[in-house]
């Protein structure tokens, strides 16, 4: 599978200021692709301040706003995104990397493109010298079959997928650091909602190897999708106008 192809938009770096603006640039580029208005794109950002990222169903849980009120005290800005799963949590040393095509067959490929993106991680990290898999890890947050782990015991990776005709989002959240403050507040938001958890499964690449840093871990995952590097080019234009749009759709009030 060719992961990015050469002529493809490329965004780095944050949209805005709140981690609902990040969002929204995600289902703007899938609207755009599956308009025809925009073959292939991506957006690569660590967010500007620690968030916590609810699925749309956890907002129809009893403690969805008790929830809210744990993760804002704890320091942690809140929204909601469009693909689906139960909440992430991250700080600005997570790389959240969302890449859309124009794809007449978005739904076809679905599984495939799970397990090859996953692997195509887990390939990178071991190359970095970790242990790392593919699969659901015991009490993980936001759990899923395609999660990449290490060592088996604790995730590394969320990995996420949002259909429409004509085109597909591949969301992907690499935790590279703050193992510690994640555990704090997801053990917090996940009691609030009543929902299971281990706080042991949250995991970080570089408490795998510390003798990383996080420019390493950057590029390593920039090389899946052929990216030499990471260099800012700020979401622009239609994208840009469009997530402003729809930003509204992803803020907590």
Known sequence: M???DPDAVVHVGPAGTEEAMELAVAPA???????GELPEAIHVYSPTTPAVVFGRRDTRLPGFRTAVAAARTAGFDVAVRASG??????????????????DPDSVGRLQERFLTYG??????F???GIDARMGEVPGEYCPGAHSVNARG?????GTAQRIVKNAWLFSSVVVVDDRL??????????????????AASVGAVREENPQLTRAEVRSAVAGVWGLDEIAPT????????????????HRVD
Do not use: C, S, W
């Open 153 to 157: 015991v604790v995730k590394l990776v």
């Open 29 to 35: 580029m899938l609207r755009r692709a599956a308009d």
């Open 119 to 124: 692997q195509a991680l887990a390939d990178a």
């Open 234 to 249: 700020p979401v622009a234009g239609e994208t840009l106008d469009l997530a402003h749009r729809l930003v509204a759709d």
């Open 181 to 198: 403050m994640l555990q704090d507040v997801l053990g917090r938001v996940y009691a609030a909602m009543d929902l299971p958890f281990d």
């Open 2 to 4: 060719q992961f990015l």
């Open 85 to 102: 799963g139960r909440a992430v949590a991250y700080t600005q040393n997570t790389l959240v990397i969302d890449h859309v095509r124009h």
């Open 126 to 128: 071991a190359a970095l």
